[in-house]
């Protein structure tokens, strides 16, 4: 069955990092145009950042440019979320998502929680 599942969210001080990981399994990953949501208490989904089936293109939040970086190996059906410079409004549920451009089909992952706080 299809699965697609976070981890590495957690505690951080302001101006730490993270790497979250979200793999995938039950479709051909390679295929699949990956991306990054969070939402914050009360507030909507957002997008985070995205990376094209085979990695050709990144697109980022203005809010994460520049401390943000996105990557994935389809050899290992992950993809990444590398934080830097982390601020207590990064704070949310981090959730991965997979898309098939051409059929709109998509998957969620069950979020992973990401709090900076000193």
């Known amino acids: 069955q299809v699965q697609v599942v976070e981890s590495g969210g957690g505690l951080v001080h302001p101006g730490g990092s993270l790497r979250l990981s979200c793999a995938g399994s039950?479709?051909?990953?390679?295929?699949?145009?990956m991306s990054w949501y969070r939402q914050a208490p009360g507030k909507e989904r957002e997008l985070v950042a995205a990376?094209?089936?085979?990695?050709?293109?990144?697109d980022y939040a203005d809010s994460v440019k520049g401390r943000f970086t996105m990557s994935r190996d389809n050899t290992k059906n992950t993809v990444y979320l590398q934080m830097n410079s982390l601020k207590p409004e990064d704070t949310a549920v981090y959730y991965c998502?997979?898309?098939?451009?051409?059929?709109?089909?998509?998957?969620w992952g069950q979020g992973t929680q990401v709090t900076v706080s000193s």
């Open positions: 998502n997979a898309r098939r451009r051409i059929s709109g089909i998509h998957y």
């Open positions: 039950g479709f051909t990953f390679s295929l699949y145009d």
């Open positions: 990376i094209t089936s085979f990695g050709g293109s990144t």
